[in-house]
């Protein structure tokens, strides 16, 4: 009894949590993030941002520790994103080839776009990277139908076949509009409309999704420049790094 190994709370809170979450959602693997202060989450002080830093560096940290050389990770744009690649440990050089999970959004900032993470990702791990430089969301199913038919474009989306992991955030759209999609130039009034009228939940990968994880059938789905979530749901393993109370309801959609 002279040495004894004690998990303190809120550590031993997150293992517990972990543990019933793989077993819930039947989950290869979940990392719930402590506070950097106890104190300071009981009292609902943490900021926000600080909180996404810190699930980010999380990511980052699990993101290195299973990358190998011959994988191809497919990214999304995003805040949680920006901050996991700040957080890479730069001596970590590994060989992977990277890709954009859609095409460009040109209403948000240039540093949170996903070409730009894209690059910044591939750099950090001295690797190579493809991009879908087009936008993201065009005005008809004939533009998609057209890009699509190019080359270049028709190979990036033959490399979605490839994928072998995916690293991404998730928005929120239940029980209130929070997605950075619903606030950005990005819908029109009545596309976000549409969306309502068929329950939508959240967003990924500029996909929309409802209750049951199923994408919502308006036209943005014709229009969109993504990887389909069927396509998605086949990633060997898919990364979503999320924080905040607020994206409780998504995430249970999204598993």
């Not at 080359?151 to 490399?159: A, D, L």
């Amino acid at each position: 009894g002279i040495i004894s190994f004690l998990i303190r709370s809120p550590y031993s809170q997150c293992i517990r949590l972990e543990n019933e979450l793989c077993t819930r959602y039947g989950l290869k693997e979940v990392v719930v993030v402590p506070p950097s202060d106890p104190d300071a989450i009981e009292e609902k002080q943490l900021e926000e941002e600080e909180t996404k830093k810190m699930v980010a560096l999380e990511a980052a940290r699990f993101i290195q520790r299973i990358l190998s050389p011959d994988d191809l990770l497919g990214i999304a744009w995003g805040g949680t994103m920006y901050h996991m690649i700040q957080l890479l440990n730069p001596c970590r050089k590994i060989g992977a080839s990277f890709i954009t999970l859609h095409g460009s959004l040109s209403c948000c900032d240039y540093e949170l776009d996903v070409n730009t993470l894209v690059q910044r990702m591939a750099m950090a791990f001295g690797g190579k990277h493809f991009s879908l430089v087009s936008e993201g969301l065009m005005d008809s199913d004939e533009k998609i139908r057209r890009l699509v038919s190019q080359e270049r474009i028709q190979q990036i989306f033959e490399s979605f076949h490839h994928i072998t992991i995916s690293a991404s955030g998730i928005g929120s759209l239940y029980p209130k509009a929070d997605s950075p999609l619903s606030r950005l130039q990005y819908l029109k009034a009545e596309e976000f409309r549409w969306l309502q009228e068929k329950g939508v939940y959240g967003d990924l990968v500029l996909r929309f999704f409802d209750r049951d994880g199923q994408e919502c059938d308006t036209n943005l789905k014709q229009r969109t420049l993504a990887i389909g979530l069927d396509l998605y749901r086949s990633i060997p393993t898919k990364l979503i790094a999320a924080s905040g109370e607020k994206k409780a309801h998504t995430l249970h959609a999204a598993l």
